[in-house]
């Protein structure tokens, strides 16, 4: 059972909860107490009706209820701290659960990317939902089941027959809860679906409100977003619906046992096999005996909902990730020679080769350019260099260590990159430059946003640097957005630096100051450059040129530059 335990909750949540091991049993002693004390009132009924009323023996009910006061008072401490125990451990699961998701979204690798954006942050929602299960005061409803036999058993000792009543209940409530489970699975299996496309339809309206508005595009998602909330209000009614009926068909089930024990009840004491006050006590017990199922067929009824979002979170947490690798070779610095062997490569789910048998190699310290058409696959090339994806065949090596073997920490720290779409976060330019590292002091922070260009702007305002950007960078201009990811690119000294068209939204005055000041910066580094402005060239010692994939032309840039003039002359 230990076996099917585990592939029941993965490693990953049982970890945990069993942190909390101490505190659930903690809760299921508390439990204990509650359901020892349901019994006394009863017992107390039984006891006030059969010795007390007969006998008007008031000072023992002063006695007896002073002592059943204690029990109430005691009850209601136990309830408090068995819920305390429980929410405490749901916080600090909810907590290391929130934190192994985050990490594992860090470390996964794009190629495994799925679905929008939208669908990605619903992943949060669905821990939501496990941590509901698992973690709550539901779950704990469970420790009550067991005490459902010592309810029977008592109510067999002193009612005899009448715990037929309860028993007969117990099934029907049990069968009535399992009976739409295929229906809710079916139901969670859509609510969960179009639940992800209205958040990935919302997600991407916000993201992109300005161009929303700008190019009316507004309608087209209004439609996308009822089209979703209507398909999923229809699952949500429905598993709704059935929930419903499981729950309160335990609560009527619940009702029916009281009733019935009443009624045949008073059968049993016209032939004087009962009293009165044991009547009341087990109406009393029969009611208890069924209410912990009611829990039950509530905990039954989200059931479905939390598998499917088990078996989400579990397939994301089970993604190898990034350091698949057992042994990475680690490097704590580079040397910045990067080789490209026979590489071909086409994005996953797709068969379209971008690159194509794509060999070339970059020495250290030398600066290559990449350029070509639209599309040819010069940022693929980036990405591949950076280990983003794998190639689908041939090798990349970085320092003659193919960058699969290479722990990617080591890879990115020595690489220095800027993409082509920059993206920068919340916060101020500094902390986007730098990325809250401390080694950057302000010295050197202020040397970067020199070269980079940011001070050029940055410096025209007190504490410029500490400009606070909305997301994503809002608030500055694209030349700015791209100067801040030079500078990014730029920290921490990396020996390689790779740049995907980092000038394209600047003039040529701020493009020519660049390059004028990247001179020295580049010296002795390694230098990938891609791009399509002719100033960035003067940069670079060698130029590859890229054709739907293949390497048409590679060689000393004036060279090269020489014969394309005379080849666009030709033409
Ligand atoms: P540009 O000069 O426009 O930046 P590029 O040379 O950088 O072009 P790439 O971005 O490398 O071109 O893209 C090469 C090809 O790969 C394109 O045909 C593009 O459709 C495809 N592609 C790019 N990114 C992806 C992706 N994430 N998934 C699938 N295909 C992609
Ligand atoms: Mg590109």
Redesign the pocket.
Known sequence: SGKAGMTLIPAWLSAPLAAHRATYVRAGVAALFTNVFALATALYSMTVYNRIVPNNALSSLIALSIGMGLVLIFDFSMRMLRGWFVDVAGRDVDAALADAIFARLVAMRLADRQGSSGAMAGLLREVEVVRELFASATLVALVDIPFILLFLLVIALIGGPLVLVPLAMLPLVVLAALAIQPGLDRLAGEAQGQGFTRQGVMVETIAGLETVKAGRAGPMLAARWQSAVASGAEAALGSRLLSAFAVQFATSAQAIAYVGTVLWGVFLIADGSITSGTLIAVSILSGRAVAPLTQVAGLLTRLSASRMALRRLDGFMMMPGEQALANPVRRSTLEGAIELKGVSFA????N?A?LKDVSFRIAPGERVAIV??????????A?LILGLYQPTEGQVLVDGADVRQLHPDDLRRGIGSML?DVTLFSGSIRSNITLDDPAIDDAELLRLAKVSGVQDFAGQIPNGLDLVLADRGEGLSGGQRQAIAIARALAGRPPVIIA??PTSAMDIQSENALVARLEAELAGRSFVL?T?RQAMLKLVDRIII?DA?RIVAQGPRDDVLRSLAVGGQAS
């Open positions: 994005y996953p789910g797709s379209a971008v070509g058409r639209v599309g040819s696959g010069k940022s693929t090339i990405r082509q995907d068209e891609v399509h890229l994939g």
